[in-house]
């Protein structure tokens, strides 16, 4: 048996143990000899619709149910009073969140807290001369003072008490404490009043203070989720902020996901793109961390994410049953509670956002909203990166081969000498080559020919680079390879094989000048120059004359079609 049966099972026997036979010795020897059936079935009507109606102020619940209790108590005494808790402590047993066991165990000892709070106060009352049914204004407020302090100490302290037999941190804060003591304000007036009147006019005080009562009620809640709406909408603009400086797709997305589940406690986060109707998962956090990238497709039709990519409509779920129907194979057992939005830019949809909580309506309505906001600070803040990331492989590639560019090869090769320099390698060799007789090739087949030439030796070239190598296109038909821990006779033996493999390649090109428009095939051949750092120089633009140098001397001027060293 594990430990959390174990105290399932222990709270249960201590609970069977004491409130049973304790409710039954008070029932029958402290019941009323006359009790008001319609009081006492409108008493318990209102102290479970106060149960279901707490007050929560910056997330902090306060109990208000005793405005009900105390009057009830002061009416009928301990027995009525006992009843009535009993029947708060099934309500919180339905209004609670969590799977059954700790629901249960959160009703023993709720019920056995309760059970023992109503005889340390009722004890309290009597103590100091409180009578049931006076209306001696002064004898009541004070008996009901010290009922109502002693009823919160009590609360307090048993609390402290069950965790710390459970090793547990207590969860009451200076200021939880400090809203229960404050409550006494605000519940002893009303609960005298309540009493008072009772004893004046009878059922309708219930009407004239229970109106008010839940009015009030619920313009602090509404008072309470604006102020959670502004706090989400400050948090959303602070996250935008910081997506908005990304200028990395992967960065934005990931920073994009953790942050949502951050901001409303989600278990699972699956963010889809949509490829022509088809949903690619592209992102997934499931606690602890993000999983790795998954390239399962999804068929229209199936699914939440997919429902939502068709009706291009939000969708929020608070309970698995809802929602059970429109899963998929892959959707987790556990989640109970579902978020999912279109991510939509220029009225068209590029994916889905789905949260997924363990928790029973663990997201309200409103926060499809704040989702919303938050899905279009990640879309404009995604759609920059791109554009960062575009512009910058503009700056940096030749647009006809997609190969870097002379400015990013003469950065890159400043970049390794620095690492030479550094010891973090030895050698930097540099491979340059030019094809030979290339105006030979564009004056007899045409530009556009030549240019199909250099597209496709780029992808030869490619398709030879060694390891942490860079290569790219310096100018016209000259291209360069950057080889960082190449030694010179290394470099050397790649180029003989640069230089055979490019030989033997067979370029498939149509003609722009002939009539006949038709493949034929064409071979070229290059000629490639050869240098080293530190054994030719240790200066970065040297090492670019250097191979420029060993190409045309030692390689186009002996006859074209071989590869040659730098020699000083």
């Given amino acids: 048996m594990s430990d959390k049966n174990w105290s399932t099972a222990s709270q249960f026997i201590i609970w069977f143990l004491i409130v049973p036979p304790g409710m039954y010795y008070f029932l029958s020897n402290q019941m009323p000899k006359e009790l008001n059936a319609s009081y006492f079935f409108l008493f318990i009507i209102f102290s479970v619709l106060t149960t279901f109606f707490p007050i929560k102020l910056k997330g902090d619940p306060i109990t208000?149910?005793?405005?009900?209790?105390?009057?009830?108590?002061?009416?009928?005494?301990?027995?009525?009073?006992?009843?009535?808790?009993?029947?708060?402590?099934?309500?919180?047993?339905?209004?609670?969140?969590?799977?059954?066991?700790?629901?249960l165990q959160?009703?023993?000892?709720?019920?056995?807290?309760?059970?023992?709070?109503?005889?340390v106060s009722a004890t309290a009352f009597y103590l100091v001369g409180g009578t049931i049914g006076s209306?001696?204004?002064?004898?009541?407020?004070?008996?009901?003072?010290?009922?109502?302090?002693?009823?919160?100490?009590?609360?307090?302290?048993?609390?402290?008490?069950y965790m710390q037999i459970r090793g547990m941190k207590s969860p009451l804060s200076k200021k939880d404490i400090g809203y229960e003591f404050s409550s006494i304000v605000l519940i002893l007036p009303l609960a005298l009043t309540f009493y008072f009147l009772l004893n004046l006019i009878g059922a309708p005080s219930f009407l004239l203070i229970g109106?008010?009562?839940?009015?009030?009620?619920?313009?602090?809640?509404?008072?309470?989720?604006?102020?959670?709406?502004?706090e989400y909408i400050k948090r959303v603009g602070e996250i935008g902020s910081s997506l908005s400086v990304l200028t990395d797709v992967d960065q934005v997305t990931e920073k994009f996901i953790m942050k949502s589940k951050e901001l409303f406690n989600a278990d699972i986060v699956f963010l889809f793109n949509n490829h022509d109707q088809w949903l690619e998962l592209d992102k997934a956090y499931d606690k602890p961390h993000l999983l790795p990238k998954d390239t399962h497709s999804i068929r229209l039709g199936v699914g939440i994410a997919r429902m939502v990519l068709t009706t291009n409509e939000p969708v929020t779920y608070t309970k698995r049953s809802d929602f059970k129907q429109f899963t998929t194979v892959s959707?987790?057992?556990?989640?109970?509670?579902?978020?999912?939005?279109?991510?939509?830019?220029?009225?068209?949809?590029?994916?889905?956002?789905l949260l997924g909580s363990n928790r029973r309506s663990a997201f309200k309505d409103y926060q499809l909203k704040i989702l919303e906001l938050l899905g279009s600070y990640y879309i404009v803040a995604l759609e920059k990166a791109r554009y960062v990331t575009e512009a910058l492989l503009r700056s940096e590639r030749c647009a006809l081969t997609n190969l870097y560019n002379y400015r990013y090869l003469e950065d890159r090769l400043h970049y390794e000498m620095d690492r030479m320099q550094k010891k973090d390698i030895d050698d930097l060799s540099v491979v340059m080559l030019d094809i030979d007789r290339f105006k030979g090739v564009n004056d007899t087949y045409g530009h556009q020919s030549g240019n199909g030439i250099?597209?496709?030796l780029a992808k030869v070239l490619k398709d030879a680079l060694p390891e942490d190598a860079t290569v790219g296109r310096y100018g016209g038909e000259e291209f360069i390879y950057l080889l960082p821990g190449f030694?010179?006779?290394?470099?050397?033996?790649?180029?003989?094989?640069?230089?055979?493999?490019?030989?033997?390649?067979?370029f498939s090109i149509i003609p722009d000048l002939s009539l006949e428009k038709r493949e034929i095939d064409v071979n070229i051949t290059t000629s490639i120059g050869v240098t080293s750092a530190p054994f030719d120089t240790d200066e970065a633009m040297t090492l670019l004359r250097n191979a420029d140098r060993a190409l045309y001397i030692g390689a186009k001027q002996a006859g074209r079609d071989r590869v040659a060293v730098y020699v000083k």
């Fill in 64 to 103: 208000l149910v005793m405005w009900v209790t105390i009057p009830a108590f002061l009416l009928y005494g301990i027995a009525v009073e006992m009843i009535l808790m009993q029947f708060v402590a099934i309500a919180i047993l339905f209004v609670s969140k969590g799977n059954i066991q700790n629901k």
């Fill in 106 to 119: 959160r009703f023993f000892i709720n019920s056995l807290m309760m059970f023992i709070l109503s005889i």
């Fill in 135 to 161: 209306m001696n204004f002064w004898s009541l407020l004070i008996g009901i003072s010290v009922y109502r302090l002693v009823h919160t100490a009590a609360n307090i302290g048993f609390i402290k008490f």
């Fill in 211 to 230: 109106i008010p009562f839940f009015l009030t009620i619920f313009f602090i809640r509404q008072y309470g989720r604006s102020e959670k709406v502004n």
């Fill in 331 to 353: 959707g987790p057992d556990e989640v109970e509670s579902i978020l999912c939005i279109p991510l939509t830019h220029n009225n068209q949809t590029g994916g889905i956002l």
């Fill in 454 to 456: 250099l597209k496709e």
């Fill in 487 to 506: 030694t010179k006779s290394e470099a050397l033996t790649f180029a003989e094989g640069l230089r055979d493999r490019i030989r033997k390649h067979t």
